[in-house]
């Protein structure tokens, strides 16, 4: 089996992030995509070893946030390469919010969804969660920042609990 073929999916990068009222967080992410328009609903997957994913089950709630092509490695690497279990990457007392109490950046953010988790789905290494879009704004017109341009431009690489690593 050519498990490349898989990097032909088309798909961006993200942001997700979470406030359960003791813990917030956010992590990269390059799952997230609309489920339907009528109830407005997208989803995300996320790995369940990140800490991310246990504040967002916790909360019942995320903010989901398309990265632009403004983002650089170091700001990805913030959100993607590190932890919130011992790391804030949300320092700013003055972070923005969403409507639902989830904290997000305008900068590299091409819009933000605020969003109450109405289902979850164990798909064994990732916590799918489907959210119902409770607002949304554009934040941006910036291009989004697609995972074709993360590894051809950026020269990122997939780290090993991103839903796409093929070891």
């Given at each position: 089996?050519?498990?490349?073929a898989?990097?032909?999916?088309?798909?961006?990068?993200?942001v997700?992030?979470?406030?359960?009222?003791?813990?917030?967080?956010g992590?990269?992410?390059?799952?997230?995509?609309?489920?339907?328009?009528?109830?407005?609903?997208?989803?995300?997957?996320?790995?369940?070893?990140?800490?991310?994913?246990?504040?967002?089950?916790?909360?019942?709630?995320?903010?989901?946030a398309?990265?632009?092509?403004?983002?650089d490695m170091?700001?990805?690497?913030r959100?993607g390469?590190?932890?919130?279990?011992?790391?804030?990457?949300?320092?700013?007392?003055?972070?923005?919010?969403t409507?639902?109490?989830?904290?997000y950046?305008?900068?590299?953010?091409?819009?933000?969804?605020?969003c109450?988790?109405?289902?979850?789905l164990?798909?064994?290494?990732?916590?799918?969660?489907?959210?119902?879009?409770?607002?949304?704004?554009?934040?941006?017109?910036?291009?989004?920042?697609?995972?074709?341009?993360?590894?051809?431009?950026?020269k990122?690489?997939?780290?090993?609990?991103?839903?796409?690593?093929?070891?």
């Open positions: 089996m050519d498990k490349s898989l990097y032909k999916f088309s798909s961006g990068l993200y997700v992030s979470a406030d359960d009222g003791t813990r917030k967080s992590c990269v992410i390059n799952t997230g995509l609309q489920l339907t328009s009528a109830p407005l609903q997208v989803m995300v997957a996320v790995n369940k070893e990140n800490y991310t994913e246990g504040v967002i089950d916790a909360a019942g709630h995320f903010a989901l398309p990265l632009t092509q403004e983002a170091p700001y990805i690497g959100f390469f590190r932890t919130g279990a011992d790391f804030d990457k949300y320092p700013d007392p003055d972070t923005k919010r409507v639902l109490g989830d904290p950046e305008e900068k590299c953010a091409a819009a933000v969804l605020a109450r988790v109405v289902q979850r164990d798909v064994g290494t990732h916590m799918v969660f489907v959210g119902e879009v409770a607002d949304a704004e554009v934040l941006s017109d910036a291009e989004p920042l697609t995972y074709a341009y993360y590894h051809s431009v950026l990122g690489k997939t780290p090993p609990k991103a839903s796409s690593y093929v070891g």
